[in-house]
Nanobody, 123 residues
Framework: QVKVVESGGGLVQLGGSLSLSCVVS????????MGWYRQVPGKQRELVAR???????RYSDSVKGRFTCSRDNARNTLSLQMNSLKPEDTAVYYC?????????????????WGQGTQVTVSS
């Protein structure tokens, strides 16, 4: 059974920092990609940061220069260091993992999400 567990959310003041962590386990397939997303009530879930197939990390414009996403392949973890936080960063943050299943005929991606962790930035 695949598990995706986020931790590290909380309440922080404007300009503060928080670090989120995501640990994945339970799949026999290799990880294809991992990323962080966030969602506020009434809005669609949006990309925060995601690793790409060329080894780079893609960030949303709203977090570039403030957030750093890093992946530890040996420990199957994904971290998100968030600095210079703003009230508009307030959201539930979700970790996503894609596993790649290769057969003789095709390659499939299997998506899994964590339960989310709340980040609240007060002004």
């Amino acid at each position: 059974q695949v598990k995706v567990v986020e931790s590290g959310g909380g309440l922080v003041q404007l300009g503060g920092s928080l670090s989120l962590s995501c640990v994945v386990s339970g799949s026999t397939f290799p990880i294809y990609s991992m990323g962080w997303y966030r969602q506020v009530p009434g809005k669609q879930r949006e990309l925060v940061a995601r690793d790409t197939t060329n080894g780079r990390t893609r960030y949303s414009d709203s977090v570039k220069g403030r957030f750093t996403c890093s992946r530890d392949n040996a420990r199957n973890t994904l971290s998100l260091q968030m600095n210079s936080l703003k009230p508009e960063d307030t959201a539930v943050y979700y970790c996503n993992v894609q596993y790649q299943e290769d057969t003789d005929y095709e390659s499939r991606l299997h998506d899994y999400w964590g339960q989310g962790t709340q980040v609240t930035v007060s002004s």
